[in-house]
């Protein structure tokens, strides 16, 4: 299947079946916002579990936060958002369309060959890097680039647009009431460290985990849910001692490339993309991307090494310190952070990306087929599906039982219309893995068969184990 008809499959499987919606759809969506179904909603709850476990419950000293969207502006001046946060852009005059300007460059980079291509964006970095405006129109006018909608070159002059939506607080809607959608949720953890260190006696080196919404105003949101306006984030500030923070960068590059993988997705479907031109905050900085479908390696989650900026501008801006006594050297001093950050929607699309499949299955002249999700049990929406052979003779009695006996521990499913093969593929679709049939053996001997998902095998199990082989199946650590 081809890539790109494979991110086409992908986004109509998940409308289909209830993982993703456009945002408001009846009056024609709202771009770059979606909405989560009935079982893109379980997906993603699942995949924010696993990370949050994995980076508080799992780990000895990182700790947990839930900080609000809203935050004083000052925030904002401090943290360098509301000078800084923004990305060059650039309208053709004739079609009316906004670009930014590297995804511009890039675009028309990967029509080359690549050695040219790599010759552009090189140009293309050095001038982004010096917030050359002027050379970047340049660039665009000497290579004759031109919009994807109206074919022409007709271009306004390079421009920063900031990405942060804001708003009103109170009734008066002057200046000074000006607040703003957080753009990222580290701020929140910034703010709080102090209060997190103390109230929870935390030495150092210790971390704040948070997951929550972030949003901005991305001009060029395309790519589904890979680039949204409303997304999630799942963060993670790591404090350190000044000096340490190299060590420590390591060990998160390597801990999070371990956690990617534990979901099953395969090493070469992963590379770090190790940043060369650095933030003016960061002394490093890597990606991790993802082979996306219909989108080639991007990034799905950052890992910077910040220094003392956020803590230290914080500091400055607020006017109250934000040190920390180390008691093992008898000294103050503000940490240093490495941060893991990665978006929580962007998963959902790489786990997707990875499980989704189109299998055909035609033998001895039948033609045959089906759409799998071939999920992580531990983040697939339901986990066991309850499928009683017939309508009758007490066979929806005894699911109907097991389903009481699992719902407390996990997500069923129970299902008695159509025949058996037609049930196991809507399971299939929804990335079920496992599947019990209730049926007129079950009366006599107390066994009912299981399903498997990925091999399609089936087999013979007691009733009364099937809690606990599924519970064992689905557990996180
Ligand atoms: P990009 O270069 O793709 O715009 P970024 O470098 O600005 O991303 P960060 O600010 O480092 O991203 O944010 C951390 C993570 O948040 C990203 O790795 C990504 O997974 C996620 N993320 C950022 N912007 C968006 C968005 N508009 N929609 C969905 N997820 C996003």
Redesign the pocket.
Known sequence: MANESKLQNIIGHCKEYGFVFQSSEIYDGLSAVYDYGQLGVELKRNIRDYWWKSMTQMQDNIVGLDAAIFMHPTVWKASGHVDNFSDPMIDNKDSQKRYRVDHLIEGYAETLDKEKGEAILAQMDQLLAANDFVGLKQLIDDYKISCGVSGTCNWTEVRQFNLMFSTEIGSVADEANVIYLRP?TAQGIFVNFLNVQKSGRMKIPFGIAQTGKAF?N?IV?RGF?????E?E?MEMQFFVKPGTQQEWYEHWKAARMKWHLSLGIPQDSYRFHDHVKLAHYADAAC?IEYDFAGMGF?????IHSRTDYDLKQHQQFSGKKLTYFDTDINQHYVPYVVET???L??TVLMILSAAYKEEDLSAEGKEDSRVVLSLPPMLAPVKLAVLPLTKKDGLPEIAKELIDQCRPYFKCFYEEKDSIGKRYRRQDAIGTPFCITIDHQTKEDQTVTIRHRDSMTQERIALASVKDMVMDKIKMF
Do not use: T, W
């Not at 991007?298 to 950052?302: A, D, L, S």
């Open positions: 990222e901005r991305e949101a849910i890979f680039r949204m306006r997304f984030q990606d991007k990034e799905v989650e950052g950050s990665i978006g929607d962007r």
